[in-house]
């Protein structure tokens, strides 16, 4: 290769590089204008009702942006194509951020709609049949919720020591039924139902779908880590813009409309403690 030709080549490519990375501005940390990244369900409504009258009173300006999977709001997040999300809870976050090598942190839990067991061709749990077919959410952390709940139903056992971020099929010991099961993209799951006999559905997604919670098969008991978080970039967890979500989700006005407009949520272990 020409010398001088190798010299340009060298002195320029670190301008490819860089090129083809994206990295999150830094943007300021006590701006206005915010964009907040949700799922389809109810928590577009819990922050419009709960969280945004806080935070217009101190000036924002605040726009929700909706997602039609549980993918694209942390990659949308870390860019700096929004300033905060919520869909998620903790164990997906660290799976999602090791596997793709993202720096986001929540800022706050919330009240949250469990995930829930609907009937679909077959009706009643005891009526189940020989290689039934069953639909579950395809990522690890909520496949393990799903199975647990079939578990409680009595149609399957698994490994007690199943891991939160790699579970899978494979932690079925016991399926003496032989149960097809269907691992699906967590928004499918409401569509399911006509062809499959029971699927375990986020609480988020039967909402949005027209489900009742309260005519569900099972619900399940969330655990802290499994409540839904706000999220937002690791270096802006500090920022006034995060301290003020964290306020107005603490708030009076909060705490009043969860208790009336969001009823068979389960809270937080802060929520009704405000000083």
């Known amino acids: 290769m020409n010398r001088k030709l190798f010299i340009i080549l060298l002195v320029l490519?670190?301008?490819?590089?860089?090129?083809?990375?994206?990295?999150?501005?830094?943007l300021p940390g006590d701006r206005k204008n915010l964009k907040i990244g949700i799922c389809p369900g109810p928590y577009g409504d819990l922050l419009k009702k709960g969280v945004f009258p806080d935070l217009e009173k101190k000036g924002y300006k605040i726009e929700?942006?909706?997602?039609?999977?549980?993918i694209q709001p942390n990659l949308a997040l870390a860019s700096g194509d929004i300033d905060a999300?919520?869909?998620?809870?903790?164990?997906?976050?660290k799976k999602f951020t090791a596997d793709k090598d993202l720096k986001l942190s929540a800022i706050v839990n919330i009240p949250t709609a469990p995930m829930s067991v609907f009937a679909g061709k077959t009706k009643n749990p005891k009526d189940i049949k020989e290689k039934a077919s069953i639909a579950l959410?395809?990522?690890?952390?909520n496949l393990l919720r799903a199975l647990k709940l079939f578990q409680e139903l009595g149609f399957i056992k698994i490994n007690p020591d199943a891991s939160p971020t790699k579970a899978s099929l494979s932690d079925i010991t016991e399926n003496k039924k032989q149960i097809?099961?269907?691992?699906?993209?967590?928004?499918?799951?409401p569509r399911?139902?006509?062809?499959?006999?029971f699927s375990a559905i986020n609480g988020n997604f039967?909402?949005?779908?027209?489900?009742?919670?309260?005519?569900?098969?099972?619900?399940?008991?969330l655990a802290e880590e499994h409540k839904n978080i706000i999220v937002v970039r690791e270096q802006e967890k500090d920022s006034i813009f995060a301290k003020d979500i964290v306020e107005a989700v603490k708030s009076e006005n909060f705490e009043t409309v969860i208790d009336n407009d969001f009823k068979g949520f389960q809270k937080?272990?802060?929520?009704?403690?405000?000083?």
């Open 85 to 93: 999300n919520l869909f998620q809870h903790l164990p997906y976050l």
């Open 268 to 275: 937080p272990e802060w929520f009704g403690k405000r000083k």
């Open 180 to 189: 097809q099961f269907l691992p699906l993209e967590a928004a499918q799951l």
């Open 192 to 197: 399911s139902l006509e062809s499959t006999d």
């Open 206 to 221: 039967a909402l949005a779908s027209g489900l009742d919670l309260t005519k569900a098969v099972i619900l399940e008991k």
């Open 64 to 70: 929700i942006v909706q997602f039609s999977d549980y």
């Open 137 to 141: 959410p395809n990522d690890p952390t």
């Open 13 to 26: 490519l670190p301008f490819f590089i860089s090129c083809g990375k994206k990295e999150a501005p830094n």
